[in-house]
């Protein structure tokens, strides 16, 4: 089931309208879920959910998963993410700072990043639950060379 909206909704949409395929996403691909009592910067600020999500799309891209609740180990596993998000192709322009989700900066470019996560995997083949824009496939025509003597020669 593709989770995907348009290049132009993505890029006029909030935060809070593209964090349920975001999080829904990240549930079908790690198959942890949300807690209810938890919001969804909450949920990823401790980095395990996200290093997670990246050794379920490229195992063995984080090797040892820190579970601690000291904000350097958070932070540091964010940073693993950031890493292999980048290994992964998402775009340098793409990617947040890790203080954007641990001080909770700006949540819409860790949603962005998310977005195009699932775009860059898209890419590489991933053929799991989907989310990101549809990647465009290749269009291409053979024209005989009788077709190309006569657009040559139309009048424009």
């Given at each position: 089931k593709a989770l995907a909206l348009g290049m132009v909704d993505e890029m006029v949409a909030t935060a809070e309208e593209l964090?349920?395929?975001a999080k829904a996403w990240i549930e079908a691909?790690?198959?942890l879920h949300k807690p209810d009592d938890q919001s969804f910067e909450e949920w990823l600020r401790s980095g395990v959910v996200l290093c997670t999500l990246l050794?379920?799309?490229k195992p063995g891209s984080v090797k040892k998963i820190s579970t601690s609740s000291m904000p350097f180990k958070q932070m540091?596993?964010?940073s693993l993410f950031l890493r292999g998000v980048r290994a992964l192709g998402?775009?340098?322009f793409e990617v947040?700072?890790?203080n954007d989700l641990y001080r909770g900066n700006d949540?819409?470019?860790v949603v962005q990043c998310i977005y195009s996560l699932g775009t860059a995997v898209k890419k590489s083949g991933w053929t799991g639950p989907q989310l990101g824009?549809?990647?465009a496939s290749p269009n291409k025509r053979d024209f005989s060379e009788q077709q190309l003597q006569e657009a040559r020669s139309a009048t424009t």
């Open positions: 964090i349920p395929a691909v790690t198959e050794n379920a799309l540091e596993s964010i998402v775009q340098e947040f700072d890790t949540m819409r470019k824009v549809k990647i």
